[in-house]
């Protein structure tokens, strides 16, 4: 509710003005506190933007063009590189990157070698890191004399408030890293950050959305960091989460005809359905039951669930399968 409150009082105030707002550098400076490791920070509307952005920050600082890319950053041309309607020079310069494979992970890097300007990482798909891996992705990084920037839009404020880099108490962590998601509780805001060295190179290319820091998203973020500095939200999120989790493979052992297996982490999982038309049945089963369970990754759970909440979704689920 107080996030709620604090993006009506800011549409009352005025949403969009002609300089930047005092919002911006407010907001700024409580995610340097909770995240200290970010020196500088610039708001973007979309999770997208700001991974673009931060490859582009990364090009500038290393004058390089070529990306490896792990797990889903976006729409943008720079990292579809087997879409139609992308240029074919523009899906040269990006490559995917295998999740968790070290042996793999290093080849590539060492391969483009002083061509590369970045790597980005979502650092949990589907399953969570090996140590091992984040620090080889570090480590060959530095030796390539690459950027290595974490997307974690979906696991900052979730899994930790600084994502996978608290988590895993990765020391050193990553030069730069995107948020976006639960950053502002829903309302649309994204963002970039990290070594100020690199967050400098804003002043030497164009970044840059006229809508970046409307005012409404500014204070639902600036709101949300507040709960999140009062209540232990991400113990609650992994407590709660760890009950669906259990709860899910139990689904799959009760209906393993049409369940094939659970996947993800306690903090965002989902099922894996044996045929998409018995995934598409689930849903609609589940919809006729007042429950929205998403087919794919990821169901994510959040501060206003509760075990209870956990355990109807599981009874509706069960009811729900036991119909196809």
């Not at 009760?254 to 045929?275: D, K, N």
């Not at 087919?295 to 009874?315: C, I, K, M, P, Q």
Request: hydrophobic share 50%; charged share 20%; aromatic share 6%.
């Amino acid at each position: 509710p107080e996030v709620n409150r604090a993006a009506e009082a800011a549409i009352a105030a005025g949403v969009v003005g002609p300089l930047p707002p005092v919002a911006e550098e407010e907001l700024a400076e409580a995610l340097g506190e909770q995240i200290p490791w970010l020196e500088q920070v610039r708001f973007l509307k979309t999770g997208a933007e700001a991974v673009a952005a931060a490859v582009r920050l990364a090009r500038v600082a290393t004058g390089r063009d070529e990306v490896l890319g792990c797990g889903y950053h976006g729409w943008l041309d720079w990292c579809q590189g087997a879409t139609e309607g992308v240029p074919a020079a523009v899906r040269g310069l990006f490559a995917e990157l295998p999740f968790n494979d070290v042996a793999g992970s290093r080849e590539m890097i060492r391969a483009r070698g002083p061509r590369l300007a970045a790597v980005v990482v979502e650092p949990v798909i589907v399953s969570e890191p090996t140590r091992e891996w984040l620090q080889l992705l570090r480590a060959e990084t530095e030796r390539a004399g690459a950027i290595l920037i974490f997307d974690e839009i979906k696991t900052a404020f979730r899994l930790a408030i600084g994502g996978a880099v608290a988590r895993y108490d990765l020391k050193p962590g990553p030069d730069l890293v995107v948020l976006g998601k639960a950053l502002a509780n829903g309302f649309p805001l994204a963002a970039v950050g990290g070594r100020a060295d690199l967050m400098a190179g804003a002043s030497r290319t164009w970044i840059s959305s006229t809508l970046a820091t409307e005012a409404v998203a500014l204070a639902a973020a600036r709101a949300t960091l507040a709960v999140f500095a009062r209540d232990n939200v991400c113990d609650h999120l992994h407590r709660v989460g760890t009950r669906l989790l259990h709860g899910l493979h139990e689904v799959q052992r009760a209906h393993s005809s049409v369940v094939a297996g659970v996947a993800g982490i306690a903090e965002m999982c989902f099922l894996h359905y044996a045929t998409e038309d018995l995934s598409r049945a689930a849903a609609q089963r589940a919809a006729q039951r007042g429950l929205l369970f998403k087919r794919t990754a990821y169901n994510f759970v959040s501060l206003a669930h509760d075990e209870g909440t956990v355990d109807r979704t599981l009874d509706m689920l069960h009811a729900s399968l036991r119909e196809i």
